[in-house]
């Protein structure tokens, strides 16, 4: 609230203040918000000199105001959808990961969560030629591996190279440092980075941490509350820098059973308000001998799609040639 004070405007002098005082009206708000007609009868003041300074006060202090359909038009010129180079998982996600959110992938041991990731990183950086961060907290991502996927995209050893330096590591193995290194993106590195140009071109559109439960689970349980402050922490810098630099969050989380013995994603009820869109990765049982790369990826928590509905996903599918002449791909999609 911002008292009233001799000086604000013209027309505010002492006199006129110790009257609206004795009218209770100490703030801007209470002036703002009061019959100018019923104060001016009060204050014995004039109707017309207590409207101007009503007005003056309005346009000093007032937000301006926006409607709601201005609101969405700017949300959506300012939100990009990008692909994660697997049609089935696309179509999943209601064509790919939004930017400006977080978008999470829960899964056991073997799940695929790393190779999706994997996979999502190496589709931007070579097909949309845009950067990539990616925050390695188990010590799984290797330069060998995506650029064995990037072979497969194209056979060009000048583009395969551009598309790996476009995708920026940092390793971390506590949530410690993992809070440094977003806290250093978020204050310079990506303003830096965000202005496109430099080695590869493009502007950083995706942040990927695999994964958020290796470094906060540890800390959760007990009597102490280290893990659930660090854990907001770290929910709070992924959700900036989603939000002000206008990027996809892709994160990998854990999997517990429940009581009923059911698959749930990790780290508790406090994570699970923090992505926009979870998706929980299986191998399905029935397949696994037949199809080994075959993976069943359920929504379970989404402001646009159903929950609950389900695709078949195979791994494999960004570690296919997709250049020189080899011929149509196959889809796996379960009915959604």
């Keep these: 609230m911002v008292l009233l ?3 604000m405007c013209p027309g505010l002098d002492e006199v006129l203040l110790r009257r609206l005082r004795d009218a209770h009206i100490k703030t801007v708000e209470d002036l703002v918000s009061s019959s100018t007609e019923e ?19 309005l346009a000093q202090h007032a937000a301006f105001p926006v409607s709601g359909a201005d609101l969405y038009d700017e949300l959506l010129s300012s939100t990009a959808i990008l692909s994660t180079g697997n049609p089935n998982l696309d179509v999943l996600l209601d064509s790919g990961v939004y930017t400006g959110e977080i ?30 961060v990616y925050v390695d907290t188990t010590g799984g ?4 591996r995506l650029q064995e996927m990037l072979q497969s995209e194209t056979s060009s050893g000048e583009e395969q190279m551009e598309a790996l330096q476009r995708i920026h590591v940092h390793r ?10 977003l806290h250093r993106l978020r204050s310079g590195e990506l303003q830096q980075a965000c202005g496109g140009g430099g080695v590869g071109g493009g502007s950083v559109k995706a942040l990927i941490v695999d994964s958020v439960s290796a470094v906060i689970a540890p ?34 989380n854990h999997v517990s059973r429940n009581a009923d013995g059911e698959l749930q994603p990790g780290l508790g009820v406090s994570w699970s308000h923090v992505p926009r869109t979870r ?13 080994p790369a075959l993976r069943s990826a359920t929504i379970i928590k989404s402001s646009r799609r159903p929950c ?27 009915d959604s």
């Design 5 to 7: 004070r001799e000086g």
């Design 39 to 57: 104060l001016a009868e009060k204050c014995s003041v004039s109707y017309t000199a207590l409207l101007t300074i009503r007005r003056v006060l």
């Design 103 to 132: 978008t999470e992938l829960a899964g056991g041991p073997g799940s695929g969560k790393s190779q999706v990731c994997f996979g999502v990183a190496v589709h931007i950086s070579h097909h949309l030629r845009q950067k990539v």
């Design 141 to 144: 991502l290797s330069a060998s």
């Design 172 to 181: 971390v193995f506590d949530v410690y440092s993992l809070l440094r290194c």
């Design 219 to 252: 800390l959760l349980g007990g009597k102490h509350h280290e893990g659930t402050f660090m854990m907001s922490q770290v929910s709070a810098a992924l959700k900036t820098i989603a939000k002000d630099f206008n990027m996809a969050a892709l994160v990998t």
């Design 279 to 291: 998706v929980l990765l299986e191998r399905p049982p029935t397949v696994a001998l037949r199809t």
């Design 308 to 334: 609950f509905i389900q695709a078949e996903i195979d791994l494999q599918w960004w570690s296919r040639s997709k250049h020189g002449g080899t011929g149509k791909r196959k889809l796996h999609q379960t």
